[in-house]
């Protein structure tokens, strides 16, 4: 059991580091708030939960019907350029400073894991190896694994959240723009990949 929560570690942490949407958006939040990757880790585990369920019970197949990839990488994708796009006009409307978006964390949370592809696949791929090694231990085995994986999400959307906001003061001017600049092409960017992998992995 300890190999196997150490292994939920190592591979929690590998994915959760890793540059994405859900970690501008925790920068963009955490300026304002430092307990903001609390609350995005937390909207993260709203729309984790069911998926973890359907893994589990043996629906994961369904994630990778092409129409359902299509659907989901479109709308996700359609939904982080909007997101980016809030960005740039909230960065244009507080005269260059530090911009935001549009919802607060726990909304935010929940749209950036909801908007991501990727998150499905991940669950389809990787996790299904995590669920069935978990499920060798029975349900206390699945619940370790989803305490242990969450705690890992939480403990590092935490940890920018906090880390932007106590150096906050050390921000310049120019500073908040490249880092709002960066958080929204950052959006937008990870927005065209899914809507063009979707319309590629259609053809």
């Not at 059991?1 to 994405?20: D, E, K, Q, R, Y």
């Not at 479109?74 to 006009?89: D, S, T």
Request: aromatic share 14%; hydrophobic share 55%; with cysteine.
């Amino acid at each position: 059991m300890l190999t196997f929560l150490l292994s939920v570690v190592a591979i929690s942490l590998s994915g959760v580091m890793l540059p994405g949407p859900l970690t501008a958006a925790t920068i963009a939040k955490g300026y304002r708030d430092k307990n903001a990757g609390f609350f995005i880790a937390l909207g993260h585990i709203i729309v984790e939960l069911p998926i973890i369920l359907l893994v589990y019970f043996g629906f994961a197949h369904y994630f990778n019907i092409p129409e359902v990839k299509m659907i989901t990488g479109v709308l996700g994708g359609l939904m982080l350029i909007f997101m980016g796009i809030m960005v740039f006009r909230t960065f244009k409307k507080t005269d260059g400073q530090m911009a935001d978006l549009p919802y607060n964390s726990l909304i935010t949370g929940i749209v950036m894991t909801a908007a991501n592809p990727y998150f499905l696949l991940w669950w389809v791929t990787i996790g299904i190896a995590l669920i069935s090694s978990a499920v060798v231990f029975g349900l206390p085995g699945l619940i370790l694994l989803s305490f242990v994986h969450w705690s890992c999400d939480t403990i590092w959307e935490l940890f920018i959240s906090m880390s932007v906001f106590k150096t906050r003061h050390l921000w310049s001017s120019k500073a908040q723009r490249i880092v709002s600049s960066i958080c929204a092409l950052v959006l937008i960017g990870f927005g065209i990949q899914y809507c063009c992998s979707a319309f590629i992995g259609a053809i």
